[in-house]
């Protein structure tokens, strides 16, 4: 039998056509009845006094819609991980402080709600008024002490972790699931996904003892009956993404094969969890590759869970029933209704998507359960396992399934077991499997508080069975008859990803990578792209010879440039002054209506503009398409900036008088742009200028020309007049030249500190007007954790925002400040993540890390390695290409942090130590980090909001980052520029950065000259 095709489905199906197709499809009156009787009896379990056990009960006493149910799970989210006491007294006083934990009563009859209330509403009732963080633990611990409120919640926190974790080992998880027989058992090693090969294996060694340990005591039942074990993709491998295929594949499958094996030898469930949205076609292709394998011919075992909230989830279903049938096999299919949604709703938004990858509407996810249901149910070569907690969604398959003892339920330990409980005790045959958690409560509470919020959330079933002011008929209600018509399968609240910032701007277009096509088709484009382009000045001749450009990956001839003189600088000085005042008098539609058209060719010509910023610039294929994509929606924001700020206004004034406000360009500006962001800093800094209505000189860095040039011929081609913008390559003299013409009214420049200094310098010792200096420079952008931050995640975000680009951004992050109680743990985890990073070509999509701009660049930052590895502060030096201008990413040790007093550019992080006795330790350490003179970024990651509040009011950077990444500041969303020695504002992408550009003037006019004021003594009684 032939080999079954790769997995393949549109990624973003309209929903309306979905659901015209699912509403077609109604049940009969019957049928209804039945489902509807079913479905009041399974609620009536749920709701029965006394019954609340677990997340019920919990979400009904603290309902995620208070500050005290937000409270409690950022509190289990982080408490137990917590080593200093210092730190844990904040984060117990921070939390308690946010809502009246004291109107909760121990009294309720179910033990985890009498812990919380506990814990939480007593320690409350102790404190006195002083309401600070520090007040609160203050008082707690005069008269309760400290330890036996920190004990308290302690054992508030791992009462919980018992509800919902099986068993902290996989033996103690056995020996309580052999406690109860009503239950068939999936066991769960969680944990975060793997950031290094360490943890990889760690991950595989836990999961391979878990399959060793189920097997020994499974007993003698047959499939389905067996217990299994449930093992996720992005644990076994730390670089589990679409652009890393090639390496998954040949790293991952083995792995995974290997434990599938094991799991066959002893007959076991295997099921493979489900992802995020991205990487679904890249764990089809490792489970495509994992079955074909002889050795697991014939085992009925295998699975994997599939999301009923992906549009792609029928396909899902057909694609495994082919794959069955290929190879004459049986899977076991766990259908859930996903877990990430708001994760994907978010990430479809930031990257520009065409359309969401999953339904926006709860029922419309409900309504596709059931379809796929159905698929399942009428598929022979599949055993189903319909993961729920929903009654009427149980109901329904009940009735449409029938014969129960051919699928089974499946539901989270800690949860259901009211609902399933009643069912197994009506419906003779029917089974239900617990997904079961095992590990420590430390580690696998982040996990189980994402399924508390999921379960939480307004529209969750759960949640709202638990709130008894919810009529049964509603929670009842069909998704069909939610849904209504096929017009009504969106959210009305949630605009398409395009739409996201109007009336702002149209967000820029993105492309999923995990999109085999789509990556497919840029990588076309791309690769369909000229390879040598050439670059002249576009005013007059230059006396100088043409320079030639060679690429910093391998030092090939990529181009050649024929660079300004300073004769050629001032004759297109003197032209763009002359057409300033034709350009200025543009109508301001048309201005716009130019700069909409130039956006939309930059996204047109993306693959040519990837294909010059990859060999020019040495930027990855990710880092080029976001810079494709911020430079088109720079232009966008501009120029609708330039619509409303270039309005004619009418201002307040006394009778018989009429005044007005206008805004104008100012005349011609200096564009002075850097090699790091050649196009969206180039065209950021021009088209402000053009929507102004003023004239512009381009003057590109001397080593990204090409990008330049191709830029600026877009700009033309979209009807921008070639006078009103001239495109002048050069050296520090022609800008020298530029800065100091008597024609500049203006200067927009970026770059190092060093030439904002020199250009400030020049413009004041002109006698000429005062001329508006707009310079953003760089910085010793620091970040500081605290022992109540998740590593993964501060992990994560060190990556990107210290090492992507090379950590050639003005933003990248250059010293990150532990605190000591979590640093041998943090640095360990994040070199282990770091180590997995791929430095190479970037033309190569599964390249993180591409070369620095040049061999100069990398001479000074050898030189600076150097001499911090003769001092012996080298923590973790990668390996480079011996050719191209590489330099592998460095972690370098510091005493304190204030010794970090340069901006290193480059892929090298700083790390220091910090100690947090008090809440006083993280403002001083702010001042010792703002003495450097910079205030450009600064990060932190803690989970005590008081230490938010400290941060945002002790920094002096002008961009603050908690809990995420340092770098990739959005168009309007987060204005991007510093202070001090970062810059002089204002914000770029921000709605003061336009008003620079202009000159205001005011027209008042005496309307009453004119014999009286007639609009006054018009007014009627």
């Known amino acids: 039998m032939p080999e079954p095709e790769p997995f393949h489905a549109p990624w973003f199906p309209a929903d309306e056509e979905i659901a015209a197709k699912l509403l077609s499809q109604p049940l009969d009156a019957e049928q209804n009845a039945r489902i509807e009787r079913l479905a009041w009896r399974l609620l009536a379990a749920m709701r029965a006094p006394k019954s609340m056990a677990s997340v019920e009960a919990l979400l009904q006493e603290y309902s995620l819609s208070t500050r005290e149910g937000l409270?409690?799970?950022?509190?289990?989210?982080?408490?137990?991980?917590?080593?200093?006491?210092?730190?844990?007294?904040?984060?117990?006083?921070?939390?308690?402080?946010?809502?009246?934990?004291?109107?909760?009563?121990?009294?309720?009859?179910?033990?985890?709600?009498?812990?919380?209330?506990?814990?939480?509403?007593?320690?409350?009732?102790?404190?006195?008024?002083?309401?600070?963080?520090?007040?609160?633990?203050?008082?707690?611990?005069?008269?309760?002490?400290?330890?036996?409120?920190?004990?308290?919640a302690r054992r508030a926190m791992k009462l919980m972790g018992g509800h919902f974790v099986l068993g902290q080992t996989i033996d103690e998880a056995l020996a309580r699931a052999a406690a109860d027989e009503r239950w068939r058992y999936s066991f769960d090693m969680l944990g975060e996904g793997a950031r290094s090969a360490v943890d990889a294996e760690r991950y595989f060694a836990a999961y391979a003892a878990a399959i060793e340990a189920i097997g020994a005591k499974a007993g003698a039942r047959a499939l389905p009956q067996r217990p299994g074990v449930?093992?996720?993709?992005?644990?076994?491998?730390?670089?589990?993404?679409?652009?890393?295929?090639?390496?998954?594949?040949?790293?991952?499958?083995?792995?995974?094969?290997?434990?599938?094996?094991?799991?066959?030898?002893?007959?076991?469930?295997?099921?493979?969890?489900?992802?995020?949205?991205?990487?679904?076609?890249?764990?089809?292709?490792?489970?495509?590759?994992?079955?074909?394998?002889?050795?697991?011919?014939?085992?009925?075992?295998?699975?994997?869970?599939?999301?009923a909230y992906q549009k792609r989830a029928a396909a899902v279903v057909g694609h495994m029933e082919a794959l069955a049938k290929a190879h004459d096999r049986r899977f076991m299919i766990r259908l859930v209704k996903g877990a990430y949604w708001d994760t994907e709703i978010k990430r479809a938004q930031e990257r520009g998507l065409a359309d969401y990858p999953v339904f926006t509407r709860k029922a419309m996810t409900d309504l596709n359960y059931i379809a796929c249901a159905d698929l399942l149910l009428a598929a022979p070569r599949i055993f189903p396992q319909f993961a729920t907690h929903n009654a009427a969604t149980v109901a329904t398959i009940v009735e449409r399934a029938g014969d129960p003892t051919q699928y089974e339920f499946q539901r989270l330990h800690g949860m259901g077991e009211d609902l399933f409980g009643a069912l197994l005790a009506e419906t003779h045959g029917a089974s239900c499997r617990v997904y079961a958690p095992v590990g420590p409560h430390r580690d696998l509470l982040a996990y189980l508080v994402r399924r508390l919020i999921e379960n939480g959330a307004n529209s969750s079933f759960v949640a709202r069975a638990a709130d008894s002011a919810t009529p049964e008929s509603e929670l009842l209600a069909s998704p069909s008859e939610i849904i209504g018509e096929a017009a009504r399968a969106r959210h009305s609240r949630l605009p398409f990803p395009a739409d996201l910032y109007r009336p702002l701007r149209t967000n820029s277009k993105g492309v999923e990578f995990g999109d085999r096509d789509a990556l497919a088709e840029l990588l076309a484009e791309r690769d369909a792209a000229p390879a040598i382009l050439h670059a002249a000045p576009s005013s007059g001749r230059s006396a100088r010879p043409p320079r030639e450009l060679r690429s910093p990956i391998d030092?090939?001839?990529?181009?050649?440039?024929?660079?300004?003189?300073?004769?050629?600088?001032?004759?297109?000085?003197?032209?763009?002054?002359?057409?300033?005042?034709?350009?200025?008098?543009?109508?301001?539609?048309?201005?716009?209506?130019?700069?909409?058209?130039?956006?939309?060719?930059?996204?047109?010509?993306?693959?040519?503009?990837?294909?010059?910023?990859?060999?020019?610039?040495?930027?990855?294929?990710?880092?080029?398409?976001?810079?494709?994509?911020?430079?088109?929606?720079?232009?966008?924001?501009?120029?609708?900036?330039?619509?409303?700020?270039?309005?004619?206004?009418?201002?307040?004034?006394?009778?018989?008088?009429?005044?007005?406000?206008?805004?104008?360009?100012?005349?011609?500006?200096?564009?002075?742009?850097?090699?790091?962001?050649?196009?969206?800093?180039?065209?950021?800094?021009?088209?402000?200028?053009?929507?102004?209505?003023?004239?512009?000189?381009?003057?590109?860095?001397?080593?990204?020309?090409?990008?330049?040039?191709?830029?600026?011929?877009?700009?033309?081609?979209?009807?921008?007049?070639?006078?009103?913008?001239?495109?002048?390559?050069?050296?520090?003299?022609?800008?020298?030249?530029?800065?100091?013409?008597?024609?500049?009214?203006?200067?927009?420049?970026?770059?190092?500190?060093?030439?904002?200094?020199?250009?400030?310098?020049?413009?004041?010792?002109?006698?000429?007007?005062?001329?508006?200096?707009?310079?953003?420079?760089?910085?010793?952008?620091?970040?500081?954790?605290?022992?109540?931050?998740?590593?993964?995640?501060?992990?994560?975000?060190?990556?990107?925002?210290?090492?992507?680009?090379?950590?050639?951004?003005?933003?990248?992050?250059?010293?990150?400040?532990?605190?000591?109680?979590?640093a041998e743990d943090a640095l360990a985890m994040l070199i282990g993540a770091t180590k997995e990073l791929r430095i190479g070509d970037p033309r190569d999509p599964s390249t993180h890390i591409g070369p620095v701009i040049d061999s100069a660049a990398r001479a000074r930052l050898c030189d600076y390695l150097t001499e911090r590895r003769a001092q012996g502060r080298v923590l973790y030096a990668g390996e480079a290409p011996q050719s191209g201008s590489f330099v592998a990413p460095h972690i370098i040790r510091l005493d304190r942090a204030g010794?970090?007093?340069?901006?290193?550019?480059?892929?090298?992080?700083?790390?220091?130590?910090?100690?947090?006795?008090?809440?006083?330790?993280?403002?001083?350490?702010?001042?010792?980090?703002?003495?450097?003179?910079?205030?450009?970024?600064?990060?932190?990651?803690?989970?005590?909001?008081?230490?938010?509040?400290?941060?945002?009011?002790?920094?002096?950077?002008?961009?603050?980052?908690?809990?995420?990444?340092?770098?990739?500041?959005?168009?309007?969303?987060?204005?991007?520029?510093?202070?001090?020695?970062?810059?002089?504002?204002?914000?770029?992408?921000?709605p003061d950065y336009l008003r620079r550009f202009l000159r205001e003037e005011t027209v008042t006019i005496n309307t009453a000259s004119f014999g009286g004021d007639a609009r006054l003594l018009a007014i009627k009684e």
């Open 555 to 822: 030092s090939s001839l990529i181009g050649s440039v024929v660079e300004a003189d300073v004769e050629t600088a001032r004759a297109a000085m003197a032209t763009a002054a002359r057409v300033f005042s034709a350009w200025e008098a543009t109508a301001i539609e048309a201005r716009v209506a130019i700069l909409e058209r130039a956006a939309d060719l930059v996204e047109t010509r993306r693959g040519a503009l990837i294909a010059l910023l990859q060999s020019e610039s040495g930027k990855t294929l990710d880092d080029a398409l976001a810079e494709i994509r911020e430079a088109a929606d720079l232009i966008r924001y501009y120029a609708e900036q330039a619509r409303r700020l270039c309005a004619e206004e009418n201002l307040p004034g006394p009778t018989g008088e009429d005044n007005r406000l206008r805004r104008r360009g100012r005349g011609v500006f200096v564009c002075i742009s850097p090699w790091n962001f050649p196009l969206a800093i180039f065209l950021g800094q021009v088209a402000a200028a053009l929507a102004a209505g003023n004239s512009a000189i381009a003057k590109p860095a001397e080593q990204t020309p090409l990008v330049a040039r191709e830029a600026v011929a877009l700009l033309h081609e979209a009807g921008v007049p070639h006078g009103a913008l001239h495109y002048i390559p050069g050296d520090g003299a022609v800008g020298s030249a530029l800065v100091a013409d008597p024609h500049v009214a203006g200067v927009v420049f970026t770059g190092s500190s060093e030439t904002a200094q020199s250009i400030n310098r020049t413009l004041a010792a002109s006698n000429g007007p005062i001329v508006p200096l707009i310079a953003e420079t760089g910085g010793v952008n620091s970040m500081i954790v605290d022992s109540t931050a998740l590593l993964e995640q501060v992990v994560d975000d060190v990556l990107a925002s210290a090492f992507r680009s090379a950590g050639q951004r003005c933003s990248a992050l250059r010293l990150l400040c532990l605190q000591e109680d979590i």
């Open 230 to 307: 449930s093992v996720k993709l992005s644990a076994l491998h730390p670089r589990f993404e679409p652009l890393s295929r090639a390496l998954v594949l040949r790293e991952l499958t083995p792995r995974l094969l290997e434990l599938a094996r094991l799991a066959r030898a002893h007959d076991l469930v295997f099921t493979v969890d489900a992802e995020e949205a991205d990487r679904l076609e890249l764990s089809l292709d490792v489970i495509d590759a994992v079955v074909a394998d002889s050795s697991l011919a014939g085992w009925d075992g295998f699975g994997l869970a599939i999301q």
């Open 899 to 990: 010794d970090l007093r340069e901006e290193i550019f480059g892929p090298v992080l700083h790390i220091a130590k910090w100690r947090a006795e008090n809440e006083k330790d993280l403002s001083t350490l702010i001042d010792e980090i703002s003495a450097n003179g910079f205030g450009l970024t600064m990060g932190l990651h803690t989970r005590i909001e008081a230490r938010m509040r400290i941060f945002a009011e002790a920094t002096p950077a002008g961009n603050l980052y908690v809990n995420r990444n340092m770098i990739g500041a959005v168009v309007g969303s987060q204005p991007f520029g510093g202070s001090r020695m970062s810059g002089t504002g204002p914000k770029a992408g921000g």
């Open 71 to 152: 409270a409690l799970m950022a509190l289990a989210e982080s408490l137990l991980r917590v080593p200093d006491d210092s730190t844990l007294d904040l984060l117990i006083a921070d939390k308690l402080a946010a809502g009246a934990f004291d109107r909760h009563s121990p009294a309720s009859d179910a033990l985890l709600v009498q812990a919380a209330a506990f814990a939480l509403g007593l320690s409350t009732k102790i404190f006195a008024a002083d309401e600070t963080p520090r007040g609160l633990v203050a008082q707690a611990a005069r008269r309760l002490g400290a330890p036996a409120l920190r004990g308290a």
